[in-house]
DNA sequence: GAGTGGTCTAGACCACTGC
DNA sequence: CAGTGGTCTAGACCACTCG
C-alpha cells in the first residue's frame, strides 16, 4: 500500500490514523506477539509508503495507550502483562501504611456453565453460550484481601483449568495472554461500598456485613472486545483503592 | 531567549520541554488566565526563539495533561473547570441506572481552624497554620449522595466564607479558580468501604454502620503543590464510582 | 480571505544500546 | 561502529472558524 498516493477516504482521517490502524491489525492479528520488537520505524515507513514522521505519530498514540513501548536505542516493543510496570495499571490496591507488599493469587474453583443473561451482556454474548467462571483469592503478605469471581468466553478460554491457574507463576492476565493470545488493553470500573455476605466475610475474615469495596469491571482487548467480566470484593481494613485524577 | 544557541544545562532536557516549563510558569503565574487563549503557535515560536514544531510538541504534551485545550481554526485555551467536560474529571460519580442526573452542592458549614498534624502534611503547611474548613452535602436529583468535608490552607483561600460558597452557582473548583486564582490540575484518591458514623448517616440519609465508600482527595495546583485536602463519604446505594484502568 | 491549529514530508543531528 | 528511537528544523499544504 502506498498511502500516500491512494484516493481519501469517505469518512476523512489522517494518514497517522490509518497507519496506527494497520499496526493495530498487525497486532490483533498475532503477527507481533507479546513482548517481541516491531519493525523498525524506518522499516515501517518503507513498509506503508508513508514518512518516518508519520510512524513516529502513529506509535506514539498506541505508546501512549499503553499498547507499545519504547526504548531508546534498543526498538519498539509489544507491551505485555509480564512487564513488572503492568502490574499496578489493573490492580490499583496499596497497603494503607505504603510501602509494597508480596502478593499471591489463590484459585479456588473453575467450571463451566452458560451464560446468564447479566454475564451475556458484559461479554456481548449470547444467553446460553458456554462461559468459565473463577473463582479465587488474593492475598496480601498472607492475608486474604480480595474474593474475586471471574466470568470469561468458554469460546475463547475453552481449554481453562483449575490446574492451570495452580500451576501459573505470574498474574492472571499474563496467562491469558502467553497461553491465550488475549491481550487485556483497557478495563472499566464500578465502585461500590457493599456489606460482606457470609461467604465472602469468611473467605476474607472479616465480620458478615462488615462493609466490603466491591469492584466490578469489564476488561477489553483489541478492537474493544469484551473478553472478562468480574466482581471483587476488597477487604480495606489494611489497604485501600488508588485512583489518580489527571 | 534563543534557546537553540544556548550551552546545554547540567541536567539534560529537550528543548521542547524547557518550553513546556516556561508555558507552565506563564500558566503558573496568571499571565495567561483561565479560559483565555494563549499567543498563537507562530507567535510563541517566535517569542521563545524556536521553530513551530518545538512548541507544538510542548503544547501537545500540555494538552494531554489537560492543562491548555486545542481547538482548530479558534486557537489554543487554558483549560478551566468551567467547561462542562471538566466536570467528571473529578467526579467519578454516576447513577447505577445510566443517564444523567441533575446535582447540586450544599454548603452547610465554613469554619476557620489551625491545621493538625494530619491536615498539615497533607497540605504541606506547618502544624497550627491557618486553614479552612468546609462541610457540605452533594445531591442528585434532589437527594443527599455525599457528605464532603474539605480542608484548604488558609493563607491562600482566607476571604471564603460559607456565603460564598452558598451564592456561587457552579462547581467548587470553578469558584476557587476564577475567585482565588487556584486551579487544580490533578488529583489523589484513595478509596475504602466504611460503616457510616452517626452523623453521616443521618445527613445521607442510610442507616447507622450500613457500608459506605470513604473518597479521601489531595488536589495539587501549579507544581505539584497541594492545596486540598478533603473526606468524602459516597453512599453508593443508587450510585457508584467509575474507573477507567487505560 | 486571514488566521488558527492539524498533517505530512525530508533531512540533519543527538542519545542510547549492544556488538 | 551500526542501528535504534528522540529531537529539531523548515516548508508545504489541509481543515476549521470567523468576520
Same mark, same amino acid.
Given at each position: 500500500?502506498?498511502? *500516500?498516493?491512494?484516493? %481519501?477516504?469517505?469518512?476523512?482521517?489522517?494518514?497517522?490514523?490509518?497507519?496506527?490502524? &494497520?499496526?493495530?491489525?498487525?497486532?490483533?492479528?498475532?503477527?507481533?506477539?507479546?513482548?517481541?520488537?516491531?519493525? +523498525? /520505524?524506518?522499516?515501517?515507513?518503507?513498509?506503508?509508503?508513508?514518512?518516518?514522521?508519520?510512524?513516529?505519530?502513529?506509535?506514539? /498514540?498506541?505508546?501512549?495507550?499503553?499498547? =507499545?513501548?519504547?526504548?531508546?536505542?534498543?526498538?519498539?516493543?509489544?507491551?505485555?502483562?509480564?512487564?513488572?510496570?503492568?502490574?499496578? !495499571?489493573?490492580? !490499583?490496591?496499596?497497603?494503607?501504611?505504603?510501602?509494597?507488599?508480596?502478593?499471591?493469587?489463590? %484459585?479456588?474453583?473453575?467450571?463451566?456453565?452458560?451464560?446468564?443473561?447479566?454475564?451475556?451482556?458484559?461479554?456481548?454474548?449470547?444467553?446460553?453460550?458456554?462461559?468459565?467462571?473463577? !473463582?479465587?483469592?488474593?492475598?496480601? +503478605?498472607?492475608?486474604?484481601?480480595?474474593?474475586? /469471581?471471574?466470568?470469561?468466553?468458554?469460546?475463547?478460554?475453552?481449554? =481453562?483449568?483449575?490446574?492451570? &491457574?495452580?500451576?501459573?507463576?505470574?498474574?492472571?492476565?499474563? $496467562?491469558?495472554?502467553?497461553?491465550?493470545?488475549?491481550?487485556?488493553?483497557?478495563?472499566?470500573?464500578?465502585?461500590?461500598?457493599?456489606? #460482606?455476605?457470609?461467604? *465472602? #466475610?469468611? $473467605? =476474607?475474615?472479616? #465480620?458478615?456485613?462488615?462493609?466490603?469495596?466491591?469492584?466490578?469491571?469489564? +476488561?477489553? +482487548?483489541?478492537?474493544?472486545?469484551?473478553?472478562?467480566?468480574? !466482581?471483587?470484593?476488597?477487604?480495606?481494613?489494611?489497604?485501600?483503592?488508588?485512583?489518580?485524577?489527571?
Amino acid at each position: 500500500m502506498n498511502a *500516500s498516493t491512494q484516493s %481519501p477516504p469517505a469518512t476523512f482521517s489522517p494518514l497517522y490514523r490509518q497507519i496506527k490502524t &494497520l499496526i493495530l491489525q498487525a497486532l490483533a492479528t498475532g503477527e507481533w506477539k507479546s513482548g517481541e520488537v516491531i519493525p +523498525s /520505524e524506518g522499516e515501517l515507513a518503507i513498509r506503508f509508503g508513508v514518512s518516518q514522521g508519520t510512524i513516529r505519530k502513529a506509535i506514539d /498514540e498506541l505508546a501512549a495507550e499503553n499498547l =507499545l513501548l519504547r526504548r531508546q536505542g534498543k526498538g519498539t516493543f509489544v507491551a505485555s502483562h509480564d512487564d513488572p510496570r503492568a502490574f499496578f !495499571r489493573f490492580l !490499583r490496591l496499596v497497603p494503607l501504611s505504603g510501602g509494597i507488599e508480596p502478593s499471591r493469587s489463590v %484459585p479456588l474453583e473453575c467450571w463451566r456453565a452458560k451464560a446468564g443473561p447479566e454475564a451475556a451482556r458484559m461479554l456481548g454474548l449470547n444467553v446460553s453460550d458456554p462461559i468459565i467462571i473463577i !473463582r479465587r483469592l488474593l492475598e496480601f +503478605s498472607g492475608k486474604p484481601v480480595v474474593a474475586d /469471581e471471574i466470568y470469561l468466553s468458554g469460546e475463547i478460554f475453552g481449554a =481453562l483449568t483449575l490446574e492451570m &491457574l495452580r500451576d501459573y507463576d505470574g498474574s492472571l492476565y499474563s $496467562l491469558f495472554e502467553s497461553t491465550f493470545g488475549v491481550r487485556m488493553i483497557r478495563a472499566e470500573e464500578r465502585l461500590r461500598a457493599v456489606p #460482606a455476605d457470609r461467604t *465472602s #466475610a469468611e $473467605l =476474607l475474615g472479616v #465480620a458478615e456485613g462488615s462493609p466490603l469495596l466491591s469492584v466490578e469491571r469489564v +476488561s477489553y +482487548s483489541y478492537g474493544d472486545r469484551p473478553v472478562e467480566w468480574r !466482581r471483587g470484593l476488597y477487604s480495606t481494613e489494611q489497604h485501600c483503592y488508588v485512583n489518580n485524577l489527571g
